[in-house]
């Protein structure tokens, strides 16, 4: 393997390139190799045995020296073997030095290895061995992973246990779902990273849930993914039981996402008028149900014979999940009529589709702009459910248009919002009623007589 230099290097003392310089200095030293055997043999004769003997001499006088040419700029890679000569010391040609220091953050040194919109983690410690194997990766377009850290964690320790639970349980869920994940359980491993799953018991779940009281939300989250990573934990042998199961959650009362009414929908349409991308945004998510990541996706190629069809990113590796396939009302097919649409109907305005974090961070613009603070794109399919279940809808034309695979949060929007209407019809059926025939069993203060 190549030992490289500083970028600083020699050649830029002597003012010549490393393609001339290289060859230069290899000729200099095969001559005063060879001018020391000479020299030799002149003193004390041409004797076979003397030759050989003051050829070996000079051979090791040489490897002394190439050790201490590597030792001298990096003392750690005086151990690396060095198989080439002395040549062999300078950068290869033609190439220059990609490798950029950046602190991280917290603070510590870290290099990187960066060229034409390719980048890789080198370490800490330049000139390392593991530096250079990184390097020689990095060049050949291919990155060291799940190796960051690995020589530091703690056998049976909860960074051990992140690490497994990472390996084997986020390859079955969405990229989006484990961004979730991770905010929730990097938090976790940072803190007590170090200890020992095995020593993890109830008190000690206790005490995590008291310290994250004031977000009882997210203390619930926790509680939950560190449920399943005690499930790993008693599958791997490294704990007898679960503690998380003897810890109760938080009673929360919050209804999540605010459902947007018509008054607030019919203020964002007056803010942000037709073929305008709010606008197409707005009544692609209030006449689809579908979520940002579903959205952000469709295009001309979901349409067929008037209607949308789509399957839900959330749902398409469950085998219960289905595929989504509604009419086109109206005022979408309006609304895409007025703009021009290559693949999507959310793209920007160079034709690039967008991002569900693009769509979130724009929506929340729009909506700031229209003065609807507590409104969000969440809440857009949070509204379509209320108007099915207020115009009398049942759960199961609810989760036909919102792709949802539970019957309880059908049920739910249901109770919720149809509420009104069920109490207006319960009303009803007292009009043009004789109370008195429908009473029976009257106290005897009330039997005519």
């Not at 979730?180 to 008190?203: C, N, W």
């Not at 590796?317 to 021009?340: E, F, R, T, Y």
Request: net charge positive; with cysteine; proline share 6%.
């Amino acid at each position: 393997m190549p030992i490289r230099s500083l970028p600083s290097s020699r050649s830029a003392i002597l003012r010549l390139p490393d393609w001339l310089l290289t060859p230069i200095c290899a000729f200099i030293a095969t001559l005063a190799a060879t001018a020391m055997v000479w020299l030799v043999a002149r003193l004390k004769g041409s004797a076979p045995e003397l030759l050989v003997l003051a050829g070996i001499a000079v051979l090791f006088f040489f490897q002394s020296l190439q050790s201490l040419a590597q030792f001298w700029p990096r003392p750690k890679c005086c151990n690396r073997s060095s198989s080439g000569s002395l040549a062999r010391f300078s950068r290869p040609t033609g190439r220059r030095s990609c490798e950029k220091p950046y602190p991280d953050r917290h603070g510590k040194r870290r290099w990187r290895y960066r060229v034409k919109g390719f980048s890789a983690e080198l370490g800490t410690v330049f000139g390392s061995d593991e530096f250079y194997s990184r390097y020689d990766e990095a060049e050949n377009r291919s990155k060291t992973k799940g190796t960051i850290g690995a020589a530091r964690t703690i056998a049976g320790s909860i960074d051990d246990l992140v690490a497994h639970f990472y390996k084997l349980h986020f390859p079955t869920i969405q990229q989006n779902t484990r961004a979730d994940y991770r905010s929730v359980i990097e938090p976790l491993r940072l803190k007590h990273g170090k200890k020992r799953v095995a020593q993890l018991k109830v008190p000690h779940v206790m005490a995590l849930k008291a310290e994250m009281s004031e977000t009882p939300v997210q203390a619930n989250k926790m509680l939950k993914r560190l449920s399943q990573m005690m499930d790993l934990a008693v599958q791997m042998e490294w704990a007898t039981a679960n503690p998380v199961k003897g810890v109760k959650k938080y009673r929360v009362t919050t209804e999540g996402f605010h459902t947007w009414d018509e008054g607030e929908i019919a203020r964002f349409y007056e803010v942000h008028p037709i073929g305008t991308p709010a606008h197409m945004c707005m009544t692609l998510m209030l006449y689809t149900g579908a979520a940002k990541v579903d959205a952000v996706k469709m295009g001309p190629a979901n349409v067929k014979i008037g209607r949308i069809e789509y399957r839900r990113q959330k749902t398409k590796k469950n085998p219960s999940g289905v595929i989504v396939d509604i009419p086109m009302h109206p005022v979408l097919i309006k609304a895409i009529n007025a703009q021009c649409v290559t693949f999507t109907y959310l793209e920007t305005g160079q034709g690039k589709a967008r991002s569900r974090k693009g769509l979130g961070t724009s929506m929340r613009k729009w909506c700031d702009k229209a003065g609807l603070p507590l409104c969000s794109s969440h809440g857009l399919r949070k509204a379509i459910c209320r108007r099915i279940a207020e115009a009398k809808g049942t759960p199961f034309e609810i989760m036909s248009v919102s792709g949802q695979v539970i019957l309880a949060m059908a049920q739910k929007y249901c109770e919720t919002f149809g509420r009104r209407d069920l109490a207006d019809s319960a009303f009803e059926r007292f009009d043009g009623t004789k109370p008195e025939q429908n009473l029976t069993n009257l106290p005897a203060r009330f039997v005519k007589k």
